[in-house]
């Protein structure tokens, strides 16, 4: 048994060796080795050698984008309105070496320098632009950092504001002004549309009235035309009837038929004067009613005449 016991010690001391020469790296990481205390190398993603006991490792990074979430600090605004702002900021570790010895801890100096730049970006910034710029406000950021960052082995890859949040007075008034906005919005759509109502209705009434003006200037044409048309058919009728009566004077007795149409038309006409009157008016010679159709018709016999001696 006593002799197993430094065959035991051996294996232990061999397998302790072995397990302090090869170092196997995952993937997307990077290992900084110091030989005696200083920095000899860095080593990558793979199996790899150092010598026990002289070799150590001394930091481990990852190569991967990390998302480092900012805590929320209070900004003030150029117009002195205090906000709280929640940001993240994507890093990712370029240089494992410098990473290592260029600050004691580059997320610290990230988050730090990322806080006052913003309080600087926000600074010059009125608290209305600052809710419509965080496109702006995150490039500046970014840029600050990225500049920074270069003697610290880190590149700061975006920020990103998550969150802003106003005090209470401020949410106040501002949903009264987003309140008011909106009425102001829908006055200025309800005039418009009854400006556009009324407008309708105007155009309906003129067009309504051209309408009716031009159906009764033509009614009134139409009106004219058949005055004008009936004029002249009773003018025609005239015409005819007095070039009938013309001709029939010519005839042999036409005149005697002339005479007696007379007497008749003048008997009647007396006879309706004394039917609708109160009062009637007798001429003097009404007994000689023969002497008066013959001196109506006097001129009738010199016509007659006339066309005989023709």
Known sequence: MESLLPVLVLFVLVGVVIRKTV????????????????????????????????????????????PYDVDPQVCITRDNSQVKIDGILYFQVTDARMASYGTSSYTIA??????????????????????EERSAINNAVVAALDEASLGWGVKVLRYEIKDIVPPESVLQAMEMQITAERRKRALIAQSEGERAQAVNVAEGQKAAMVAQSEGERQAAINQAGGQAEAIRL????????????????????GDRAAALKVAEQYVAAFGQIARQGTTVVIPSNLADL?????????????????????
């Open 234 to 253: 009773v003018a025609q009728a005239n015409a005819e009837a007095i070039a009938s009566v013309a001709h029939a004077l010519e005839q042999q007795g």
């Open 23 to 66: 170092i196997v790296i995952p993937q997307q990481h990077a290992y900084v080795i110091e030989r005696l205390g200083k920095y000899h190398a860095t080593l990558v993603a793979g199996l790899n050698f150092v010598i026990p006991f002289v070799d150590r490792l001394a930091y481990q990074h990852t190569l991967k984008e990390v």
């Open 290 to 310: 023969a002497g008066l159709v013959q001196g109506a018709l006097s001129v009738l016999p010199k016509k007659s005449a006339d066309s005989s001696q023709g």
């Open 110 to 131: 990230i988050e730090q320098l990322a806080k006052t730049t913003l309080r600087s970006e926000v600074g010059q910034r009125d608290l209305d632009k600052l809710l």
